[in-house]
């Protein structure tokens, strides 16, 4: 089988991450975000991927060439010229995506979740229609589009743009496996599957929903990357515990890198990344944070709610809170306050910041 993800844009909304690196690569709970897709597709039978890139495809190339070896499957990048919105890229690598005749799966680059790859393909063989789509249900439709389906067989009616009255509390995940018939109905040019394509075939009756179990989150932009990191943590814990940290000072959910130092008298967590590399000095409370590979917080600094960016420096007796994210190679000083910050690489920061803002 073949998949299709949606690598594209610039990844603005997780800046200052993405100016160093392409938002694919950023470790998402110690892991390259693109690689859970990619091994969740693999595991499903998925021989070769085609990513469809834009922005900063060349350290994506180099990276990819290590898992194809490492996976021991097929990836191919599909460059954009323009961007071409969510349905454009398909026309784009038509060739390769209808190969062989076989269904496809198409996925958002910023989607986590269980990836139910091996239950999607068997459900979109089952109801034999051109399309399916994973849905998710969510606390508070009226904020999102949902979308509305027979409850029997799953058969789409309809997409209703955030609902004044409710109609379903189902929205689209980002997850989709399609027939190669599809791809007649894409034109090579900035497209949206969402708005264009999908209403279309849901008028035929050719598009279906499978509802999704377990969690599922957006981590485009921190404040959500820092809630899918604690809901896969969750997930983990009930799963896999034996990859999560133990030991004193540790609370709740905590996941660190073999290769990571915590010193004395430190508490660590609840839902804590910590990734290679990391140094953790003495007296340091963290929660409800990931710090990436190479960073190093000084004793007696307190943070919660953060994102600490590859190569870092925080001070002693910081305080840092409220989604504070630290670009690469980003110094703190000691005894400073931070508060929502978002400081792009390679600043280095002399003065508390009271108030949320960017510091360039």
């Known amino acids: 089988m073949r998949a299709l993800i949606l690598v594209g844009g610039f990844g603005t909304r997780l800046r200052p991450l ?3 690196r392409p938002k694919p690569l950023v470790e998402f709970c110690n892991k390259a975000l693109l690689l859970h897709q990619l091994e ?3 595991q499903a039978g998925v021989t070769h991927v085609v990513l469809a890139v834009s922005y900063m495809s060349e350290a994506l190339g180099a990276a990819m060439r290590e898992q194809e070896q490492r996976l021991g499957i097929r990836i191919s990048l599909s460059h954009e010229k323009e961007p071409l919105g969510t349905a454009g890229p398909l026309a784009l690598a038509r060739d390769l995506l209808a190969e062989g005749g076989e269904p496809f799966f198409v996925l958002n680059s910023d989607v986590i979740c269980e990836f139910p790859f091996a239950a999607l393909a068997q459900f979109h063989r089952h109801h034999g229609g051109e399309g399916s789509l994973v849905v998710t249900r969510v606390e508070e439709p ?3 589009g949902v979308v509305v389906s027979e409850p ?3 058969r789409i009616c309809r997409f209703v743009e955030k609902p004044r009255v409710f109609v379903s509390n189902k929205i689209n995940a980002g997850l989709y496996i399609f027939s190669p018939g599809i791809l007649q109905r894409i034109q090579l040019r900035p497209t949206s599957i969402e708005k264009e394509i999908f209403p279309a075939m849901a008028q035929e009756g050719q598009l279906y929903a499978m509802e999704l179990q377990g969690f599922w989150m957006d981590i485009g932009q921190p404040k ?4 899918g990191m604690c809901m896969y ?3 983990l814990r009930a799963q896999h515990p034996e990859k999560l940290h133990s030991g004193p000072g540790v609370v709740g959910n905590v996941l660190v890198d073999p290769s ?3 010193g004395a008298n430190c508490i660590i967590g609840p839902n804590v990344t910590i990734g290679a590399g990391v140094v953790v000095e003495d007296g340091v409370r963290v929660k409800r944070c990931t710090v990436l590979e190479g960073a190093r917080i000084r004793s007696h600094s307190w943070l919660e709610s953060c994102i600490v960016g590859w190569s870092c420096s925080v001070g002693q007796w910081v305080r840092m809170e409220n989604v504070t994210v630290l670009g690469e190679d980003v110094i703190v000083n000691d005894e400073l306050y931070l508060n929502g910050a978002n400081v792009l690489p390679h600043k280095s920061i002399s003065e508390s910041v009271p108030e949320p803002r960017i510091i360039m």
Request: cysteine-free; aromatic content about 10%.
């Open 18 to 20: 993405t100016l160093s």
């Open 40 to 42: 969740a597709l693999r």
């Open 142 to 144: 009226a904020k999102y």
């Open 152 to 154: 029997d067989t799953g």
């Open 224 to 227: 959500d990357f820092l809630t």
């Open 233 to 235: 943590l969750q997930a």
């Open 260 to 262: 990571a130092k915590i």
